[in-house]
């Protein structure tokens, strides 16, 4: 069964702590995208990564880190230098082929994180 | 110059009704234009998209109207059922560097009245 699995689904941490969320596809995309949502906005771009061992900034990627050491992972480190982590986060892939049509994004369950 | 407005902010529809969400791109170098639906507690799902290329697609009930000249699209929901009431996210892609990068929309709350 293809697709993008994100965990947990409820994430809860004290101020001051760093945390890692999970994002893992069976697609076989080479491009991986991780987004951040607010109520009442659209999902804004924290990182993206286009290839194996390389990641570009997003619009919001301060206090935010990342690693791609594997062609199916993206995980996010949401550091304590996020000054409003409290937010649900969306991991989404594409095939990511800029010369094809394939520019779909197909996007995860999502992380809800709330930190206090 | 990267922003997509997106309106209205929250919609409310009686069943069978014809729904009309509106958005405007201000960025001539955005070449791709999705529709999103995302149910609470969900990740969006893609609904339907279109090229700057083509002026309408249609998809069941779904349609996207495109107005290259005046940097506006419209997603409309024919014959709107309750299981529609959702929220829905107009994007725009173009390609920035190596990657294509999308731009969303501040969302639509739908609601289909019974």
Known sequence: DGGITQSPKYLFRKEGQNVTLSCEQNLNHDAMYWYRQDPGQGLRLIYYSQIVNDFQKGDIAEGYSVSREKKESFPLTVTSAQKNPTAFYLCASSAGRTTSFSYEQYFGPGTRLTVT | ?114
Request: glycine share 8%.
């Open chain 2, 1 to 114: 110059q990267q922003q997509v407005k997106q309106s209205p902010q929250s919609l409310i529809v009686q069943k069978g009704g014809i729904s009309i969400i509106n958005c405007a791109y201000e960025n001539t170098a955005f070449d791709y234009f999705p529709w999103y639906q995302q149910f609470p507690g969900k990740g969006p799902a893609l609904l339907i998209a279109i090229r700057p290329d083509v002026s309408e697609k249609k998809e069941g009930r779904f349609t996207i109207s495109f107005n290259k000249s005046a940097k506006q699209f419209s997603l409309h929901i024919m014959d709107s059922q309750p299981g529609d009431s959702a929220t829905y996210f107009c994007a725009a892609m173009r390609l920035l560097g190596s990657a294509r990068q999308l731009t969303f929309g501040s969302g639509t709350q739908l609601t289909v009245l019974p």
